[in-house]
Nanobody, 121 residues
Framework: QVQLVESGGGLVQPGGSLRLSCAAS????????MGWYRQAPGKQRELVAT???????NYADSVKGRFTISRDNAKNTVYLQMNSLKPEDTAVYYC???????????????WGQGTQVTVSS
């Protein structure tokens, strides 16, 4: 069984910063990529950023230059540093671990439970 636990969400004023963390635990042999998606009320879930085990990254255009994704492979943990936050960044942020190989040789993707980020004055 693999679990993802997120932390770091909260309420912040426009222009402020937050750092999200997501730790994967369980019977993990390897993780191909980790990332963050978000879902605002009434909208579809959308990609925010991903990072591969090689450290190559991918960002949504809306967050480029403001958000930075990083990863600690030894700890199976991914981080999202969010700067210059805007009200339109308000959403539930979900962590995803993609291409997770378990010790039982099962390959799958896993989602976290989500953490609320609210940007408001």
């Amino acid at each position: 069984q693999v679990q993802l636990v997120e932390s770091g969400g909260g309420l912040v004023q426009p222009g402020g910063s937050l750092r999200l963390s997501c730790a994967a635990s369980g019977s993990i042999s390897s993780i191909n990529a980790m990332g963050w998606y978000r879902q605002a009320p009434g909208k579809q879930r959308e990609l925010v950023a991903t990072i591969r085990s090689s450290s190559s990254t991918n960002y949504a255009d809306s967050v480029k230059g403001r958000f930075t994704i990083s990863r600690d492979n030894a700890k199976n943990t991914v981080y999202l540093q969010m700067n210059s936050l805007k009200p339109e960044d308000t959403a539930v942020y979900y962590c995803i671990a993609m291409g997770v190989m378990t010790t039982a040789r099962v390959l799958n993707n896993y989602w976290g439970q989500g953490t609320q980020v609210t940007v408001s004055s």
